[in-house]
């Protein structure tokens, strides 16, 4: 039973994604966004597997013109893999991208010493995990690959 409703869930925000999509095609908005390079205390990145995206990536996401990005990226963990403590937390830099017919400005943060319990279940986010920097799963998006390769040098 949970298959069938976690696939309709899946279906239902992947059409809601889709339509985003299409807005934004018409629109082409500027954007910003704050991601984070969240590193446990053993060295593991954490990344997520969204609902309504293929792959698994980075937290992350949107965030206002006026939040700095090492706030939205903690607001993010808390919000998407249920952070309770990190250490350091430094911005890394900014990616500017077209993402989806989006201008994104991506603001890259390093957080270190990330403790986490992932919530039971959210809209958004349909699993976390840590994984080994030199072993990541085949299916991280692209989009990821290269995030993690313009913050390698302060890993």
Do not use: N
């Not at 446990?40 to 997520?48: D, F, H, I, N, S």
């Not at 998006?141 to 913050?151: L, N």
């Amino acid at each position: 039973m949970k298959t069938l409703i976690d696939g309709a869930l899946r279906l239902a925000l992947t059409a809601v994604q889709k339509m985003r999509t299409g807005w934004w095609f018409v629109r082409r908005p500027q954007t910003l966004g704050a991601h984070a390079i969240a590193l446990t205390p053993a060295g593991q990145l954490v990344l997520v597997k969204l609902r309504y995206a293929p792959g698994w990536r980075v937290p992350g996401g949107g965030r206002k013109a006026d939040e700095e990005p090492v706030k939205a990226a903690l607001r993010e963990l808390r919000e998407e893999i249920g952070m309770h403590a990190h250490g350091s937390a430094d911005a890394v830099c900014d990616l500017v991208e077209e993402t989806d017919f989006r201008r994104d400005t991506c603001s890259l943060v390093l957080v270190r010493d990330v403790a986490f319990k992932p919530r039971r279940w959210t809209l958004e986010v349909q699993d976390v995990r840590a994984f080994d920097l030199d072993a990541l799963p085949t299916d991280t998006s692209d989009q990821t690959r290269r995030w993690i390769a313009a913050a390698r040098d302060v890993l």
